[in-house]
């Protein structure tokens, strides 16, 4: 049974965080504001073998070689405007169609299950928010709007072609298409994964909370061409 539909919270997943924490040097570039490791396997195979097994008994995913799994340590820095650290409703890669429709990435593996391990003390109200569409919207349109739109609106703010207030009427327009679902607030030692297709967005970092260390993983299935 693939249980990938729902939000999954576990809280003390390691028995021992501060190793881990030793493990996860942020030194490559990452889309995000901040920095990101090397691939985990590539850091310790140990580990990652366990780490692995440990997500798939959780999700009760049969790892039977048909399956991809990507995780990497994610440290995330805060902006200095604070609008900037809000993570706008989206949904994770090209989950939904792959490259067989849309052409996009040229990806050949399709997203199942995403999520991350908290590796920090949390000083300030964070939460992740799990979102769904107020009103009816085709699939592909809100597949476009929420892979690419909410990212124009930044890369416009951050090239200086929109003003802060037209960045914040945008940021409220483009949330008052969605409701809040759930709300898992983010602490220390807790894991936090939701399936494919899940419209995920958060505050992830503030001026209080200045940044951000969290072990991510993703589990993908290959895509026959």
Known sequence: MNNTNRVYV????????????DMAICDQPSP??????????NIDTSFYKKFREKIFQIHGIADDGKYGFSTYFNQITAFEEDILNYNWPHIDGDIRY??????????????????MIILCDINDDLNT???????????????????????????KYEQGKITLNEFEDEFE???NKFRLDKRVPNKKNRMISWGSGSIRGQKMVSEKQGS????????????NK
Do not use: A
């Open 10 to 21: 576990v809280d003390n997943f390691y028995d021992d965080i501060q190793s881990v924490i």
């Open 32 to 41: 995000c504001p901040g920095m990101r490791s090397k691939s985990v396997i």
């Open 98 to 115: 792959g490259d067989t429709e849309l052409n996009v990435y040229n990806y050949n593996d399709r997203m199942i299950l995403g999520g």
């Open 129 to 155: 928010d799990f979102w769904t569409p107020i009103h009816s919207i085709d699939e592909k349109e809100l597949f476009n709007l929420l892979l690419y739109d909410y990212i124009v609106t930044r890369d």
């Open 173 to 175: 327009k483009f949330h």
């Open 212 to 223: 951000k260390l969290t072990h991510n993983f993703y589990i993908h299935v290959t895509v």
